[in-house]
């Protein structure tokens, strides 16, 4: 009997969580499509394709650069005891 009890509990909890995650889900693709500004009918997306790309070559470029100046940098020598 106890079992049961807990097996049902269980079950309801995972409903209530499960309703609460679905309308949390809904209300934050809500939010996004409002935010999200449409797009005019002769609105050109290739070039806003191209500015993505040049602006992730940029950010590689730029780690890039920072990662070799870290790898290369010289390490201060610890003082030898004596």
Do not use: C
């Not at 309703?19 to 009918?41: F, I």
Request: aromatic share 4%; no cysteine; proline share 6%.
């Amino acid at each position: 009997m106890r079992a049961v009890f807990g097996v049902l509990s269980l079950v309801i909890v995972l409903a209530v969580v499960g309703v609460l995650a679905q309308k949390s889900w809904q209300s934050s693709q809500e939010s996004l499509a409002r935010q999200t500004p449409s797009l005019p009918a002769g609105h050109n997306q290739g070039s806003e394709a191209a500015n993505v790309r040049e602006h992730s070559q940029q950010v590689q470029q730029q780690y890039r650069q920072q990662l070799e100046s870290a790898l290369n940098a010289q390490r201060p020598m610890p003082d030898r005891a004596p």
